[in-house]
T-cell receptor, first 114, second 115 residues
Framework: ETGVTQTPRHLVMGMTNKKSLKCEQHLGHNAMYWYKQSAKKPLELMFVYSLEERVENNSVPSRFSPECPNSSHLFLHLHTLQPEDSALYLC?????????????FGDGTRLSIL | AQSVTQLDSHVSVSEGTPVLLRCNYSSSYSPSLFWYVQHPNKGLQLLLKYTSAATLVKGINGFEAEFKKSETSFHLTKPSAHMSDAAEYFCVVSLGGTGRRALTFGSGTRLQVQP
């Protein structure tokens, strides 16, 4: 059983919809991450949170809005998305933010934009 | 700056034969290096990590990797492939120590295992 749970597993939405992705980690970690995985492209880091504080935002469009209410939960709020936003969105956590910290991943949310 | 190159986008082996997945990295500092595996419709799972201890690192499921500083390589090997090893494998590099936030992922190598 993975220590990082993502819901929903699949999401289909129109470009004008608003939806949210949820991530929960049961590992007692202090850092959480959102990644975007598109076909034929390397994994892209979107956001990093450390102890509920956003510490990195990698030039992500404002139609993606993260929220970290506590160290166990991470959300990604979506609105007015574009077809190129269709991808697998992965959440991960690690003990701390740091270069030698392995990250634990959830199984992702497969997002399709109509 | 740091970067990672996975030299093969696809590797195909027969069941029971050795596996070699190649990774070269570039880093200005002593790197931490990882291999992750991703099975279809799943997230990434850590196979093994190198953080400046022993240069030969053993991971899960019989995989191991050797850190070669002179060659800036961190190739992943397994003596005998199993059908369940078919997946995508990612080599990942990060600067050592605390304060660096991002891991740099390779573009992945898809491993096929033929019966």
């Amino acid at each position: 059983e993975t220590g990082v749970t993502q819901t929903p597993r699949h999401l289909v939405m129109g470009m004008t919809n608003k939806k949210s992705l949820k991530c929960e980690q049961h590992l007692g970690h202090n850092a959480m991450y959102w990644y975007k995985q598109s076909a034929k492209k390397p994994l892209e880091l979107m956001f990093v949170y450390s102890l509920e504080e956003r510490v990195e935002n990698n030039s992500v469009p404002s139609r993606f809005s993260p929220e970290c209410p506590n160290s166990s939960h991470l959300f990604l709020h979506l609105h007015t998305l574009q077809p190129e936003d269709s991808a697998l969105y992965l959440c991960a956590s690690s003990q701390f933010v740091g270069g030698n910290q392995p990250q634990h991943f959830g199984d992702g949310t497969r997002l399709s934009i109509l | 700056a740091q970067s990672v190159t996975q030299l093969d986008s696809h590797v195909s082996v027969s069941e029971g034969t050795p596996v070699l997945l190649r990774c070269n990295y570039s880093s200005s500092y002593s790197p931490s290096l990882f291999w992750y595996v991703q099975h279809p419709n799943k997230g990434l799972q850590l196979l093994l990590k190198y953080t400046s201890a022993a240069t030969l690192v053993k991971g899960i499921n019989g995989f191991e990797a050797e850190f070669k500083k002179s060659e800036t390589s961190f190739h992943l090997t397994k003596p005998s492939a199993h059908m369940s090893d078919a997946a995508e494998y990612f080599c990942v590099v990060s600067l050592g120590g605390t304060g660096r936030r991002a891991l740099t992922f390779g573009s992945g190598t898809r491993l096929q295992v033929q019966p």
